[in-house]
């Protein structure tokens, strides 16, 4: 088990560029989770999904932030325009069907110049 | 809506010695509490979680948490502190397996 897999660990944009942060759930797990964490506002929910279906996106920004899950073994969170303020780690966690504890990968540090 | 606070930002102890990290959580209705460690550079790793049933919870490497509904509380503690246990704590709740949400975390610094 490889645990949940994010990929890139470091991504480093300019203002106004896209970013695309990727995330690999643990095989068979049902649910992916997508959290921001920064020093200022500790750690955020953003949005998450079950069975690929998005369920709860209430932390998302309105703009610019969008989150997908095309298949069971991948989500993205897709960044367009980013800005300074966008600098954080962005985590991925997954869990099982039934079960309530999530499993987390290492994160996306994402610096904006 | 639900809320955790965690009102120790810094605590430091000797090794050897014994720990307790506070939570105290607001949430109308039965909660599912989680401590998660985080060690420098690194993702959340799960400590332990309440399901509800016994209020005494056992988490990895001599961890463990007691729920208290009166004092809406989920406190972790530990016997006896390794340097190895130098890192951030974050007590969590989750009402119904959806999203986390996180307390600020208390930075455990653990003195030879």
């Known amino acids: 088990n490889a645990g949940v897999i994010q990929t890139p660990r470091h991504k480093v944009t300019g203002k106004g560029q896209e970013a695309t942060l990727w995330c690999e759930p643990i095989s068979g797990h049902s649910a992916v989770f997508w959290y921001r964490q920064t020093i200022v506002q500790g750690l955020e929910f953003l949005t998450y999904?079950?069975?690929?279906?998005?369920?709860?996106d209430s932390g998302m920004p309105k703009e610019r932030f969008s989150a997908q899950m095309p298949n069971q073994s991948h989500s993205t969170l897709k960044i367009q325009s980013t800005q300074p303020q966008d600098s954080a780690v962005y985590l991925c966690?997954?869990?099982?069907?039934?079960?309530?504890?999530?499993?987390f990968g290492p994160g996306t540090r994402l610096t904006v110049l | 809506a639900q809320s955790v606070t965690q009102p120790d930002a810094r605590v430091t102890v000797s090794e050897g010695a014994s720990l307790q990290l506070r939570c105290k959580y607001s949430?109308?209705?039965?909660?599912?509490l989680f401590w998660y460690v985080q060690y420098p550079r690194q993702g959340l790793q799960l400590l332990l979680k309440y399901y509800p049933g016994d209020p005494v919870v056992q988490g990895v490497n001599g961890f463990e948490a007691e729920f208290s509904k009166s004092n809406s509380s989920f406190h972790l503690r530990k016997a006896s502190v390794h340097w190895s246990d130098w890192a951030v704590y974050f007590c969590a709740v989750s009402p119904d397996g959806g999203k986390l949400t996180f307390g600020d975390g208390t930075v455990l610094t653990v003195k030879p």
């Open positions: 966690a997954s869990s099982d069907w039934g079960e309530y504890e999530q499993y």
């Open positions: 949430y109308f209705g039965t909660p599912y």
């Open positions: 999904f079950r069975n690929q279906a998005p369920i709860d």
